[in-house]
């Protein structure tokens, strides 16, 4: 059964930065992708980022792309979400999620597993 794991979440003022990691465990997972959404108070849940393992080819939402870097460490099975220059517009529940391909995932339907979640809060 898959595990995943979150951590790293925290309130940090705009500007600033945080790391999110994700320890994955209970499946072999160089032949899927990784991804994180996010969930804000009254929103539906949103693509941020996804990384096929076994080739580190990354893909970003557009309101991300250039302060967000999504990596991961094949030893640790943990899957990381750099994000830089923090707005207050980034204030959400961030999850991870494994795919059900080895295709980015980027809507719900595409994710086969979820974490629990972690809580980003950028104040202004």
């Known amino acids: 059964q898959v595990q995943l794991v979150e951590s790293g979440g925290g309130l940090v003022q705009a500007g600033g930065s945080l790391r999110l990691s994700c320890a994955a465990s209970g499946r072999t997972f160089s032949s899927y992708a990784m991804g994180w959404f996010r969930q804000a108070p009254g929103k539906d849940r949103e693509f941020v980022a996804a990384?096929?393992?076994?080739?580190?080819?990354?893909l970003y939402s557009d309101s991300v792309k250039g302060r967000f870097t999504i990596s991961r460490d094949s030893a640790k099975n943990t899957v990381y979400l750099q994000m830089n220059s923090l707005k207050p517009e980034d204030t959400a529940v961030y999850y991870c999620?494994?795919?059900?391909?080895?295709?980015?995932?980027?809507?719900?339907?595409?994710?086969?597993?979820w974490g629990q979640g972690t809580q980003v809060t950028v104040s202004s």
């Open positions: 990384i096929r393992w076994s080739l580190g080819n990354t």
């Open positions: 999620a494994v795919g059900k391909t080895t295709y980015w995932p980027r809507v719900s339907r595409d994710v086969d597993a």
